[in-house]
């Protein structure tokens, strides 16, 4: 069982730019799931946003974040990054990873799909 913990969350004016990472707290070596960001805002369901595979070959973007949004992973640091530029105000949520045991080169999009999943991080658009 892998346990995530996401970061680089907070309040940024439109326009701007965030990176958020997600990294294993529980000693897992997250080179061996596939992971996904998904956000959440208030009164709404939680969304797909991007996906990585192991290998980090492979990504996915939501086609709301396309061009905005960049999903990356760096397995020598155990980590994953999502990063975020032009934010407007709509992408402000609870932004979430989750991690799934993958073959090496697939990428996930529906949220039944991880197994596993982090707090969350709150970043918050100001117009």
């Known amino acids: 069982q892998v346990q995530l913990v996401e970061s680089g969350g907070g309040l940024v004016q439109a326009g701007g730019s965030l990176r958020l990472s997600c990294a294993s707290a529980s000693g897992r070596t997250l080179s061996n799931y596939a992971v996904g960001w998904f956000r959440q805002a208030p009164g709404k369901e939680r969304e797909f946003v991007a996906a990585?595979?192991?290998?980090?070959?492979?990504?996915y973007h939501a086609g709301s974040v396309q061009g905005r949004f960049a999903i990356s992973r760096d397995n020598d640091k155990n980590t994953v990054y999502l990063q975020m530029n032009s934010l407007a105000s709509e992408d402000t949520a609870i932004y979430y990873c989750?991690?799934?045991?993958?073959?090496?080169?697939?990428?996930?999009?529906?949220?039944?799909?991880?197994?596993?999943w982090g707090q969350g991080t709150q970043v918050t658009v100001s117009s």
């Open positions: 990585v595979s192991r290998s980090g070959s492979e990504t």
């Open positions: 989750a991690a799934r045991s993958s073959e090496i080169y697939a990428v996930y999009i529906l949220k039944p799909s991880y197994a596993f």
